[in-house]
């Protein structure tokens, strides 16, 4: 029977074999993400190197999506960049945006069709381990990804979901220091839309004082 202490010695084990790389890759993170909140062009570059590091980390634990997924953030990383610095009608960057209820429930649910079917091939025909969890939190991220790049007010609500079940799948392959990183991006992302929220909110008002001026 593993008892606490059989517990804390094996985190102190892994985790110090995963510590100096992954420690680079969550401390980049973090950046991301606080630059993010702020909307600052800054959090594309720190994404990019994060997620290069990951790549190779996830791959060797046979996290074959995570892996895949972090390829692809490293992609997103530039197309972001190019949206917040030269998107939107004016070539000034993209302005924050909305989605409609039946919007969002028209993306969940086609992304859980694809994340069950992915699974299920991942499942049958490669050495996968947790392949539906895997699948679906990669499906999701890959989705909500390309709404943080289109500055979409929501995205952050879908990060607290799947922050939560990445916490669950990376405390189960022994990544201890990543796992603690996605308990701070809840509370993070958590801040985030309402952050978000509140400068939507203060951009779509009109100014009353200069339409009167």
């Not at 949206?83 to 969940?108: C, E, K, M, N, Y």
């Not at 990445?166 to 985030?192: C, D, E, H, P, W």
Request: hydrophobic fraction near 55%; glycine fraction near 6%; charged fraction near 10%.
């Amino acid at each position: 029977m593993t008892t606490v202490s059989d517990w804390l010695q094996q985190a102190a084990s892994e985790a110090h074999a995963l510590s100096g790389w992954e420690a680079v890759a969550v401390l980049l993170a973090i950046a991301y993400l606080l630059l993010a909140m702020r909307r600052s062009l800054w959090c594309w570059p720190a994404a990019a190197v994060s997620t290069l590091i990951y790549t190779v980390l996830f791959w060797k634990v046979a996290l074959l999506m995570e892996s895949v997924l972090n390829v692809y953030y490293l992609a997103m990383a530039a197309y972001g960049y190019w949206q917040w610095r030269f998107g939107g009608q004016r070539g000034d960057g993209l302005p924050l945006v909305r989605w409609s209820a039946s919007t969002h429930l028209a993306v969940i649910l086609a992304t859980g069709v694809v994340a069950l079917g992915l699974g299920y091939l991942m499942d049958n025909h490669t050495h996968a381990d947790m392949a539906y969890l895997d699948a679906m939190t990669t499906c999701f991220a890959v989705v909500t990804t390309v709404m943080v790049a289109r500055k979409v007010v929501e995205n952050w609500l879908y990060w607290v979901v799947i922050d939560f079940a990445s916490i669950y799948l990376y405390l189960a392959k022994g990544f201890y220091l990543t796992a603690a990183l996605f308990v701070f991006y809840v509370g993070m992302a958590t801040v985030a839309y309402f952050q978000w929220r509140n400068q939507y909110q203060r951009e779509s008002t009109p100014d009353l004082g200069l339409q009167g001026a």
